[in-house]
């Protein structure tokens, strides 16, 4: 049994819609996690994971590895159906192309790849708002206080209009546009940057409401542009205002104090390469910048990102 998930990025609203502000999230599918998993002779579950090169038995694990901790939970999940105290004889292999600890949900997809594909080989069915929920907890461990975006762009692989609490909802895209996503190399835990804009709010809550009410406001707006089509209008001035919405979504992550010194080289690169606007894009501090570009323009943004310090660059459509 083979199963997939996307990584995702984060157009506007991070770290706001942990407070219950609207921010918008898209799959990226140019990177993803794969599991596969196949019947054994050999005794127990086995994972392999050649990139992080772990190959063990589950039981052999501590039982807070990220990766143990979605199989207990799942085999938790399942006792009833699978017989209690009867465990699977299985190879899982886990192959995953996003970057860790980068803003692109690796952590969400590879829990998400690998509930799909346990549910559909152990024959235990789970929905989409099963695997939804069940990665939703996985994310409680790890990241703190997630508002649960990263599982659900993740899952669902569509653009989502995402507010806490509140039944799915994905938006529209009104006519493809182009995305730099820039990586920095440094890998920044989502949980830590959750936990000092939390400081921040907790010393004052009304400067920060009025910050995230904001960013909302962005998030709003850009939806109502992108649903639109505007982004590809090239040089027209709506691809130039949802690109200045970018450029103030990251001017209020740099008052969260989530940029860094190595996002704003970046940002400032990909903008004057020509980018109609650009921001951090997920938990900040390290992971990834994007830009919002014209199509023909991307190689060029590219490469001036990679001049200015990015250790990857993805190219990609939001459509
Ligand atoms: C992380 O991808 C997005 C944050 O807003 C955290 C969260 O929503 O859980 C920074």
């Known amino acids: ?70 199989i207990h939970n799942f085999l938790f999940l399942a006792r009833a159906s699978l017989g209690e105290g009867r465990f699977p004889n299985i190879n899982l292999t886990i192959n995953s192309t996003i970057p860790v600890a980068s803003g692109l949900g690796s952590g969400a997809a590879v829990t998400v790849a690998l509930v799909r594909a346990l549910s559909s080989h152990l024959n235990y069915p789970m929905s989409e708002e099963d695997i939804n929920a069940f990665a939703y907890d996985i994310e409680k461990i ?11 762009v993740v899952t669902y692989a569509k653009p989502v209009y995402f507010v806490k609490g509140q039944p799915i909802e994905t938006f529209k895209v009104g006519t493809p546009f182009t995305i ?25 809550r009304a400067k920060w409401e009025g910050v995230f009410d904001a960013v909302g406001k962005i998030a709003d707006e850009a939806r109502m542009r992108i649903e639109t089509g505007e982004p590809a209008l090239s040089k027209v001035e709506g691809w130039r205002l949802l690109g200045g919405l970018m450029n103030q979504n990251h001017e209020r992550l740099q008052e969260m104090t989530v940029s860094s010194p190595e996002l704003d080289l970046l940002v400032e690169a990909a903008r004057k390469a020509g980018a109609a606007g650009a921001k951090l894009s997920g938990g900040g501090r390290g992971g990834n910048m994007i830009a919002l570009v014209e199509r023909e323009n991307a190689d060029d943004v590219s490469s001036a990102l990679i001049s200015a310090g990015a250790k990857n660059t993805i190219i990609t459509q939001v459509a």
């Open 1 to 70: 049994m083979n199963a997939s998930a996307p990584g995702k990025m984060i157009l506007f609203g991070e770290h706001a819609v942990v407070y219950g502000r609207p921010a918008l999230a898209v799959p990226v599918k140019q990177v993803h996690a794969d599991v596969e998993i196949l019947d054994s002779n050999s005794t127990g579950i086995w994972i392999h994971a050649p990139g992080i090169r772990l190959h063990s038995e589950l039981n052999a694990l501590p039982s807070d590895h990220p990766i143990a901790s979605v």
């Open 180 to 204: 730099v996503i820039g990586g920095t190399g440094i890998s920044a835990p989502t949980r830590e940057s959750v936990a000092d804009v939390r400081k921040l709010w907790e010393a004052d």
């Open 142 to 152: 790890y990241h703190g206080a997630p508002s649960g975006i990263d599982n659900t």
